[in-house]
């Protein structure tokens, strides 16, 4: 009895690692492909701040960008905040690149928030898990920040 007892719980704890285990696996497929989604996208979010830079050349700021998307995986919203002066141009254009992103379609709506490097020379790109971005120069801005949270996505395959 006791043997089995033992069996029974070791078991379950093995079916328990193995369910988180493959349960992180989908939280970095999902996160891998909400970082290519927002990295498809990063050449048309660089024109907005190389615009923006262009009629402020010393600009050297942040903005905040926050995107909710809906069940479907399409964008309900998005905003931009910053408090760089002269942004009337800047705040739209983010936004409305953020409109045309597709998500994978999560379980109930979520909201994601990225920190946006405004600067001369910032490029937008985001390393997934496992990506090594290079060794910056000490001559580069800072790439933008990006934290992940995959709660209320289903891992589509």
Known sequence: M?????C??????????SALAEEAQDDKAVQKKVIAVLNGKGAQI??????YVDEFPAADGTLTLTIKVGKEG????????TKLGGARNLR??????????EFPPPSKEVSLTLTLVVKKGAKFRLYGPGETPPAPKPSDP???VFNFMPFGWNVQN
């Open 2 to 6: 006791a043997r089995r007892l033992l």
């Open 142 to 144: 800072p790439g933008p």
């Open 74 to 81: 399409a964008v309900t919203d998005a905003s931009v905040d």
């Open 92 to 101: 739209p254009c983010v936004a409305g690149v953020a409109k045309g992103y």
């Open 46 to 51: 660089d024109q907005c701040v190389d615009r």
């Open 8 to 17: 029974l719980v070791l078991g379950t704890s093995l079916l328990a690692s």
